[in-house]
């Protein structure tokens, strides 16, 4: 069964602080992998589709990379208002349904 | 303007009743999917729709089913409410049903008393 698994669970950062959030996944046939970022009470936002290992994908602050067994969502001198939960999913090939992670719960303090 | 859409943002409701959720995209998207997102934060798919045909159709108990009337809007109707089914859910909708990222809507908080 495809499975997800993101750690730590929670994470509090001092601003300016850089860390790496994780994600292992076990899948047969990986077609990609997303990371979402969720704000309390509103819906996942997308950040990252990483296709194949090596890949990586920048988006001002963070950075996603890829490996055959996991994937990576480094923060670089994280802000207050990078905190969120960051959600990783992993869709295999052949299916569309995207299987989640527990998501990481990031506080970013100033 | 919103890219996917879902009414209500709330609802409470009491055990037993039946109530709608309705969705909609303006993003020109084929594919839809309902997702629940339990109180421990996990977000599991529940259905899926390309082209108003139902693709994906996960261990859902039969009260719950979806409508799709057109591309653009699936509708989630669940009979007979039970407190279990109190969840956040959540519409999305992609391109095309196979690895193109899907896009979210803000949620239904449904409280069942």
């Known amino acids: 069964e495809d499975q997800v698994t993101q750690s730590p669970e929670a994470l509090r950062l001092q601003e300016g602080e850089s860390s790496s959030l994780n994600c292992s996944y076990t899948?047969?046939?990986?077609?990609?992998l997303f990371w979402y970022r969720q704000d309390p009470g509103k819906g996942p936002e997308f950040l990252f589709t990483?296709?194949?290992a090596g890949e990586e994908k920048e988006k001002e602050r963070l950075k996603a990379t890829l490996t055959k067994k996991e994937s990576f969502l480094h923060i670089t001198a994280p802000k207050p208002e990078d905190s969120a939960t960051y959600l990783c999913?992993?869709?295999?090939?052949?299916?569309?349904?995207?299987?989640f992670g527990a998501g990481t719960i990031l506080r970013v303090k100033s | 303007d919103t890219a996917v859409s879902q009414t209500p943002k709330y609802l409470v409701t009491q055990m037993g009743n039946d109530k709608s959720i309705k969705c909609e995209q303006n993003?020109?998207?084929?594919?839809m999917y309902w997702y629940k997102q339990d109180s421990k934060k996990f977000l599991k798919i529940m259905f899926s729709?390309?082209?108003?045909?139902?693709?994906i159709n996960e261990t859902v108990p039969n009260r719950f089913s979806p409508k799709s009337p057109d591309k653009a809007h699936l509708n989630l109707h669940i009979n007979s409410l039970e407190l279990g089914d109190s969840a956040v859910y959540f519409c999305?909708?992609?391109?095309?049903?196979?690895?193109?990222?899907?896009?979210f809507g803000p949620g239904t908080r449904l409280l069942v008393l």
């Open positions: 999305a909708s992609s391109q095309a049903p196979f690895g193109e990222t899907q896009y």
């Open positions: 899948v047969s046939g990986l077609r990609g």
């Open positions: 990483l296709y194949s």
């Open positions: 999913a992993v869709q295999k090939r052949g299916g569309n349904k995207l299987v």
């Open positions: 993003l020109g998207h084929d594919t």
């Open positions: 729709y390309n082209n108003k045909e139902l693709i």
